[in-house]
Structure formats: structure tokens, C-alpha cells
């Protein structure tokens, strides 16, 4: 069945602690979290997310974050009880060309298997530049055929939907490949970030396609809200109607 989540850098521009983002997203009706890594949890985060029951969904790390040991990661999610590692972005020098998307699938793959050897799913992220074209096929469809199993993808509609690529086609295209998504809306041709339901993505036609896909969460995600807190309140209520609307059929 699938769960409901808040990405906390929602939360990012209001001036709060971690704990303080974790209870704003517990007084909401979503199942879980998703935590941007910043070293090991302080004690105070750990006890708040345990105290509120939230699933952690997923612990979204950098590339600067895999540069040597991956211990700490582990580590991080070991103690927040997490399964499930994100590779938040890779930037367009990774997709210039054929050769380099190759090499990036080789390198997906690596840490993939790495993870998948401490018991970790391992996600990547994918934004606009993966849909740039490469003749007749995208960089993304490319990547999808080289990485190795160990290598799933968290689908961000909005960007998606950015690139002129079509988000609905590429969850059904991407099916069991994807473990979760991100409903970020946005005005696809401006570009600009808005609350779910007020931009260009049909929310409620992405949901439904998620979730007949068979992704293990629909994530709520706005990367620069006027108010952060209306905008986790009111992310996380729509999130609440496409999970019970699933329910009840």
C-alpha cells in the first residue's frame, strides 16, 4: 500500500530546528519523512522522529557525500531505522553525451551495489537535464538500460514535466523501476515552484498513476514556498485524499 511523505527541505527556509521540522510534519497525516543528510542526527532529531512514529522514507545525500567511506551514511541510517539512500542530483556534465550518461549508470551501479551490500536501497533523484534528447530516445531512457538492479529511481514530476516530457508516460514507462515519487508542482514554462494543485502538473491523474504503478511513496516537495508551514499543511492534506481515494476503491 502505499505511503505519504513530506521532503523536510520544504521546511528549509523556515529558521527551526530539525526537530522542530519533524513535529510540523507529524501534526500533518502523512506516514513519513524524507531527510536531507547532514552528518549524523542530533539526539534531539532522532527522539522527535521516534516519538511521532514517522517512517524516515528516505535519507537524500549528495554526490560530495560518496567521496570516500559511505560508513557515515550507513551510520545515519542505522539509527533513524531508514532503508532507503537517495542521490538527490547529479548536474548536466554527467548527461553531455552518450559516453558520459554510460559512465554514470556505471557509477549509479557502484554505489548501488555498495549499498545494496549494507541491506540499502538505493535511489537516484532525477531532474530535467536526464530528458535532454539524444536522437531518438532521452539520456534518461538510456540510463534506465544500463544501470544495474541494485539502482531505482524517485521520479520529481515537476521537473519532469519542466523538461516537456510527459511525467504520467514516465512513471507507467518507469513502473516497478520507481520506488517513489515527488508531486512537486510547478508552472512548467516559467518554471516556478508552487503549491500542489496551483501549477501545470494534473496532481490527481499523477497520484493515480503512481500508485498503479505500484511506488512505495508519493512525496510532497516544494523547493522555495512563501510559507513553508501552509505549504507541508496543505501538500500533506492532498497527499491524505489520494491515499484514502486509493483506499476506498
Given at each position: 500500500m502505499v505511503k505519504t511523505a513530506i521532503q523536510l527541505y520544504t521546511l528549509d527556509?523556515?529558521?527551526?530546528?530539525?526537530?522542530?521540522?519533524?513535529?510540523?510534519?507529524?501534526?500533518t497525516t502523512v506516514d513519513g519523512i524524507e531527510i536531507?543528510?547532514?552528518?549524523?542526527?542530533?539526539?534531539?532529531?532522532?527522539?522527535?522522529?521516534r516519538e511521532?512514529?514517522?517512517?524516515?522514507?528516505?535519507?537524500?545525500i549528495g554526490i560530495d557525500d560518496l567521496d570516500g567511506s559511505i560508513d557515515k551514511i550507513?551510520?545515519?541510517c542505522e539509527i533513524l531505522d531508514c532503508d532507503t539512500v537517495v542521490l538527490g542530483y547529479l548536474d548536466e556534465?554527467?548527461?553531455e553525451s552518450a559516453q558520459t550518461t554510460g559512465e554514470t549508470a556505471d557509477l549509479l551501479s557502484t554505489y548501488g551495489t555498495r549499498f545494496e551490500k549494507h541491506g540499502l536501497q538505493f535511489l537516484y533523484h532525477v531532474h530535467r537535464h536526464e530528458f535532454d534528447s539524444l536522437g531518438d530516445r532521452t539520456h534518461f531512457d538510456l540510463l534506465r538500460e544500463e544501470v544495474n538492479e541494485s539502482v531505482m529511481f524517485e521520479l520529481d514530476l515537476g521537473w519532469i514535466g519542466v523538461a516537456g516530457t510527459d511525467p504520467y508516460a514516465v512513471i507507467e514507462e518507469v513502473g516497478t523501476q520507481a520506488a517513489s515519487v515527488h508531486l512537486k508542482d510547478?508552472?512548467?514554462?516559467t518554471e516556478q515552484f508552487v503549491n500542489l494543485g496551483d501549477g501545470d502538473l494534473d496532481i490527481e491523474r499523477a497520484a493515480r498513476t503512481a500508485?498503479?504503478?505500484?511506488?512505495?511513496?508519493?512525496?510532497?516537495?516544494?523547493?522555495?514556498?512563501?510559507?513553508?508551514?501552509?505549504?507541508?499543511?496543505?501538500?500533506?492534506?492532498?497527499?491524505?485524499k489520494f491515499k484514502?481515494?486509493?483506499?476506498?476503491q
Open positions: 527556509g523556515f529558521d527551526v530546528s530539525d526537530a522542530t521540522k519533524v513535529e510540523i510534519a507529524a501534526e536531507v543528510f547532514d552528518g549524523i542526527p542530533s539526539d534531539e532529531t532522532v527522539k522527535t522522529i511521532t512514529a514517522l517512517e524516515v522514507a528516505g535519507l537524500s550507513v551510520t545515519t556534465s554527467y548527461y510547478m508552472n512548467f514554462e500508485i498503479e504503478a505500484g511506488v512505495d511513496w508519493l512525496i510532497y516537495e516544494h523547493e522555495n514556498p512563501k510559507d513553508p508551514v501552509e505549504s507541508v499543511v496543505t501538500g500533506a492534506s492532498k497527499l491524505h484514502q481515494t486509493n483506499l476506498s
